[in-house]
C-alpha cells in the first residue's frame, strides 16, 4: 500500500479487499463526476450513479468490478479512485439495465464511446478514469493513485483524454504517456472536443 509523503493519513491500494456501502457509493460518486459527458448519458443524476454502479461492481460488469479499482483512502474513506481493464473490453448492457440502469443513450455510449476500449490488444491496461474528491485535489492523491497502479500493473498502456483538459495531458505527460491520435470526444450534443489517445509502452 502506497502513502503519500505531504498527506501521512493518504494510502493507495488495490481494492483486493471487501468495501463497504458507503465506500463504493463514493466510488460511484467519483467516477460519476469525471466527466460531464460520458456518465451524465449512463445516468440520470448522480444519486442514480450510487445506487446502479455499486450493484454493477457486486455483480462483476466487465468494466466496473472491484478487481478493476484502485481507491485511495483516508482512514476509511475513499478520496479518489482509479478504474482501469486489461484487454479488450466487449461491454454488455445486460448487466447494466440489470442493476437499474436506463438511460436512453446507453447505446450511444456504448457505441460512441465503450467501444474505443474493444480496440486494446490483450496486454494493454487501459486507465479508463481517475478521480479525486474536490476539496482534496492539488494534494498529489491523484499522482499517488497512478504510480500505484503503474508499480503494480504491467504496460503496455492506454487511455483517452479530452484534448482541451491540458491539466490532465500534462499530468499524464508527466507519467510517461505521449499522444498517439486525436479521436472523436463524446457528447449527447456532438459538441464535444475531440479526445486524444494517449499511450505509455511500459
Same mark, same amino acid.
Request: aromatic letters at 12%; glycine letters at 6%.
Given at each position: 500500500?502506497?502513502?503519500?509523503?505531504?498527506?501521512?493519513? &493518504?494510502?493507495? @491500494?488495490?481494492?483486493?479487499?471487501? *468495501?463497504?456501502?458507503?465506500?463504493?457509493?463514493? &466510488?460511484?460518486?467519483?467516477?460519476?463526476?469525471?466527466?460531464? +459527458?460520458?456518465?451524465?448519458?449512463?445516468?440520470?443524476?448522480?444519486?442514480?450513479?450510487?445506487?446502479?454502479?455499486?450493484?454493477? =461492481?457486486?455483480?462483476?460488469?466487465?468494466?466496473?468490478?472491484?478487481?478493476?479499482?484502485?481507491?485511495? *483512502?483516508?482512514?476509511?474513506?475513499?478520496?479518489?479512485? *482509479?478504474?482501469?481493464?486489461?484487454?479488450?473490453? +466487449?461491454?454488455?448492457?445486460?448487466?447494466?439495465?440489470?442493476?437499474?440502469?436506463?438511460?436512453?443513450? =446507453?447505446?450511444?455510449?456504448?457505441?460512441?464511446?465503450?467501444?474505443?476500449?474493444?480496440?486494446?490488444?490483450?496486454?494493454?491496461?487501459?486507465?479508463?478514469?481517475?478521480?479525486?474528491?474536490?476539496?482534496?485535489?492539488?494534494?498529489?492523491?491523484?499522482?499517488? *493513485?497512478?504510480?500505484?497502479?503503474?508499480?503494480?500493473?504491467?504496460?503496455?498502456?492506454?487511455?483517452?483524454?479530452?484534448?482541451?483538459?491540458?491539466?490532465?495531458?500534462?499530468? +499524464?505527460?508527466?507519467?510517461? +504517456?505521449? =499522444?498517439?491520435?486525436? @479521436?472523436?470526444?463524446?457528447?449527447?450534443?456532438?459538441?464535444?472536443?475531440?479526445?486524444?489517445?494517449?499511450?505509455?509502452?511500459?
Amino acid at each position: 500500500m502506497a502513502e503519500l509523503n505531504g498527506l501521512k493519513n &493518504i494510502k493507495c @491500494r488495490k481494492a483486493d479487499k471487501p *468495501l463497504s456501502e458507503e465506500q463504493m457509493k463514493t &466510488i460511484a460518486g467519483l467516477i460519476y463526476d469525471s466527466d460531464p +459527458f460520458i456518465y451524465p448519458a449512463m445516468f440520470k443524476n448522480r444519486q442514480e450513479a450510487e445506487t446502479v454502479i455499486p450493484k454493477m =461492481i457486486r455483480a462483476g460488469d466487465q468494466m466496473f468490478r472491484r478487481e478493476n479499482l484502485f481507491v485511495a *483512502l483516508e482512514g476509511t474513506k475513499v478520496v479518489g479512485v *482509479l478504474v482501469w481493464m486489461r484487454g479488450p473490453m +466487449f461491454w454488455d448492457k445486460k448487466i447494466y439495465e440489470k442493476c437499474g440502469g436506463k438511460a436512453q443513450y =446507453i447505446d450511444r455510449v456504448a457505441m460512441e464511446y465503450l467501444n474505443l476500449f474493444t480496440e486494446a490488444s490483450p496486454d494493454t491496461a487501459s486507465v479508463i478514469r481517475i478521480s479525486v474528491q474536490e476539496e482534496k485535489r492539488g494534494n498529489q492523491i491523484g499522482s499517488l *493513485l497512478m504510480d500505484t497502479f503503474l508499480e503494480a500493473e504491467k504496460g503496455p498502456y492506454q487511455l483517452y483524454v479530452l484534448s482541451n483538459n491540458m491539466e490532465a495531458i500534462l499530468f +499524464f505527460r508527466q507519467k510517461g +504517456f505521449s =499522444i498517439r491520435e486525436t @479521436r472523436p470526444g463524446f457528447s449527447l450534443d456532438y459538441q464535444a472536443l475531440p479526445c486524444y489517445w494517449m499511450v505509455k509502452d511500459r
